[in-house]
């Protein structure tokens, strides 16, 4: 009965994040962009699978993946054999990585390099940084200097190779800290940090996803020197020709099989992990395995009908706005217009309800999930309309980049270290399915109405949308730091004025 509950609770949740990109869909397809019945169709059948998906996958994620994650953080932190503890950091780093579904549509598009040399070359990268994610909470390693450090390697790496592999390369740290690897290792942060007590804990709870994602670019930008990219490509999705609702319906029952086996591909080897770590350590009871189980179960399902809807719905819709209105006479509408899809699509990311509620958890509720929620969403918002900037332009993406890591990453000195790791982390969350279906989508139909290139202007947008929160969220941070500094000062006034006055009464 408590479960029915929660996943009611959960499906208004995805009801209220979907809603609006659905309402904005539906006024444009009868506005500047007038939609076909079949593709309007498909994404309303998409949106209806997104609810449900999304509130399955939110009620197994905090079920099964959060307890699990925390499990084994708190079981490294406790053990005295910290080889071993780094070493199973590595290890599950590849595991958990080579499970993303994500990583492997992005392997089928890099052409030029084969898939499995790509999907085995991004785990190894994202195992390496899992281990020295670890190394420096052992080392208590300010988070600052660990980002300062292998950004500048990474931009020195940038200039260095093709133009083709750079927002491949920036788009694959997006897209491998996906729906499956956030929660589990969001948690296993927060497990790793929960035992200690000192003033550091919280900060160290945060950080994990944001130091992950640097593998997978640092090690594509190195394969970018060994492969040629000039043949590197993307496929447009196909819109199918379908003749009734019955038709449509026929094509989303098609596909789940397909993201019925990519999810279970996925979900296997977490719940591999999760029966070896309890053999070894016995930590959940019968009562709380019992949870977890049907945790998984739900993860799976919402998996399974999220993507289905996301693939088959989202994706033809997305491509069709960005080439209908690219295509117009009113071009440039596409700035704002991304900047409002933006801004509502990033509500219905599936990781980052998960990153919310932990973040609120941590922090006690003095960081609010509303918040984090509004510094996203104006992040998202912004990192489009660039994005839409630079189709319309045809400026190379390190003009963005540069930059907005620049200010990122000054801006890490300036705020508080709890901030930095939420908006690292928050770069990874964002980009993820909802990104790779409608979003890239989206850029796609805009650049081939336009005739720019679709590797080098498109693809870049899953890079800007993990850039854009590192700066809207440590921008939150610093509004805090100001305000508490105001704030003791205020009070120090006060004392100072009230010593006064004893001093003049005495």
Known sequence: MKHNEQLTEKVFESVSAVLPITAIVLILSI????????????????????????????????????????????QMSKSKR?????????????????????LQVLAQQVSSIPNMVLILTVAVGVGIFLLIAQLRMLLKIPLTYVFVFFYA????????????????????????????????????????????????????????????SIGPILSVL?????????????????????????????????????????????????????????????????????KMVSGFIFTYLGLVLFLTGVNVGFMPAGQFIGASIAGSAYKWLLIPIGMVIGYFIVKAEPAVQV????????????????????????????????????????????WFLI???LVALIMTFFVPQIFTGIAFDSGGVASGPMTATFLLPLAMG??????????????????????????????????????????????????SELEDTILYFD
């Open 31 to 74: 506005t500047i962009a007038p939609m076909d019945t079949t593709t309007l169709t498909m994404f309303i059948f998409g949106a209806i699978l997104l609810i449900l998906g999304m509130g399955l996958f939110s009620l197994g994620a905090e079920l099964s993946m959060t307890p699990l994650g925390e499990g084994i953080g708190i």
């Open 82 to 102: 910290k080889l071993y503890v780094l070493l199973a950091c590595f290890i599950l780093g590849i595991i958990i990585t080579i499970a993303e579904p994500d």
């Open 153 to 212: 390697i990474i931009f020195i790496l940038a200039f260095l190779t093709s133009d083709n592999m750079v927002p491949v390369s920036f788009d694959s740290g997006g897209v491998t800290t996906g729906p499956i690897t956030v929660p589990f290792i969001m948690a296993l942060g927060v497990g790793m940090a929960s035992i200690r007590s000192d003033k550091n804990s919280s900060t160290d709870s945060f950080g994990l996803v944001g130091i992950c």
């Open 222 to 290: 190195l394969l970018g020197f060994l492969y040629r990219s000039e043949d590197a490509s993307y496929s447009m999705a196909k819109i199918s020709d379908l003749h009734s609702t019955a038709d449509i319906a026929r094509e989303f029952i098609t596909a789940l099989p397909h993201y019925a086996y990519e999810v279970g591909i996925a979900v296997l080897p977490i719940a591999a992990i999760f029966l070896l770590f309890q053999l070894m350590f016995r930590r959940f009871h019968t009562r709380q395995l019992i």
């Open 355 to 398: 990153l919310e509620r932990q973040v609120e958890d941590v922090t006690n509720g003095a960081i609010t999930k509303k918040s984090i929620g509004l510094a996203l969403s104006f992040g998202i918002a912004l990192s489009v309309g660039l994005a839409m900037l630079r189709i319309l332009t045809g400026l190379n993406i390190m």
């Open 403 to 405: 930059p907005g890591y």
């Open 446 to 495: 805009a650049c081939e109405a336009v005739g720019g290139n679709i590797m080098t202007d498109a693809f870049g947008i899953v890079a800007m949308v993990a850039m854009t929160p590192l700066f809207t969220i440590q921008l939150m941070g610093l509004i805090s730091n100001v305000k508490k500094h105001v704030e003791t000062k205020r009070l120090q006034v006060q004392l």
